[in-house]
């Protein structure tokens, strides 16, 4: 499967950058999947758990609300105001 890079920031810092193969944010309109190639876009995310996917392993960050950038080279930046690892629900 695809990969695309991924980087995830906060006020203190990058929490995670690596390349993953799917992502799934809690946007303010629902939930938000992006795959490699995704069309650039931007998203207002809100406070809840971001599943990311690296080659078939899931990890789970629960994060504050922030900003979604895919950007057109096809990376994803993620702004937010605190994020740390967590548990899936």
């Known amino acids: 499967m695809k990969t695309f890079p991924f980087l995830l ?7 995670f950058t ?6 799934r944010v809690p946007a ?14 931007l998203a207002l995310v809100k406070e809840g758990v971001v599943k990311v996917v690296q080659e078939g ?12 950038e ?5 990376g994803v930046l993620l702004l937010v105001d605190d994020a740390e690892p ?4």
């Open 86 to 89: 967590c548990q899936p629900a």
């Open 28 to 41: 303010i309109d629902g939930q938000l999947g992006i795959l490699a190639d995704h069309q650039p876009m």
């Open 18 to 23: 690596e390349k993953i193969t799917s992502l």
């Open 57 to 68: 392993h899931e990890r789970f960050l629960r994060i504050k609300p922030g900003v979604l």
């Open 9 to 15: 920031l906060t006020p203190n810092g990058e929490i």
């Open 70 to 74: 895919v950007s057109s080279e096809g």
